[in-house]
């Protein structure tokens, strides 16, 4: 079993910084890949930013490329995303998620484990 915990998220100011983290317990993470996903009101979950445990490989939506970059801590088991240029569009529960992925790591699907969430608010 695996368990995620998110932290950071807030209320922010459009153009402000913002660094989520997840701290993950419970099993090796050597062949898995950990990702961002949010969720807007009304909207369907979609993917943010993933990394592959192992090797480091990073991958972002085109929405946030430029602007988010994720990164991994393997003393701490954490993975964080930091928000640049927060937009007001960029509003919503962000999702911490983790599974043994070989392909189509943006799909909601190919993930086993989430956490809790954290909202993200960035006023206009």
């Known amino acids: 079993q695996v368990q995620l915990v998110e932290s950071g998220g807030g209320l922010v100011q459009a153009g402000a910084p913002l660094r989520l983290s997840c701290a993950a317990s419970?099993?090796?993470?050597?062949?898995?890949?950990m990702g961002w996903f949010r969720q807007a009101p009304g909207k369907e979950r979609e993917f943010v930013a993933a990394?592959?445990?192992?090797?480091?490989?990073?991958y972002y939506a085109d929405s946030v490329k430029g602007r988010f970059t994720i990164s991994r801590d393997n003393a701490k088991i954490t993975v964080y995303l930091q928000m640049n240029s927060l937009k007001p569009e960029d509003t919503a529960v962000y999702y911490c998620a983790a599974g043994a992925i070989r392909f189509r790591i943006s799909s909601v699907d190919s993930y086993s484990y989430w956490g809790q969430g954290t909202q993200v608010t960035v006023s206009s």
């Open positions: 990394i592959r445990w192992s090797g480091g490989t990073t």
């Open positions: 419970g099993r090796t993470f050597n062949t898995y890949a």
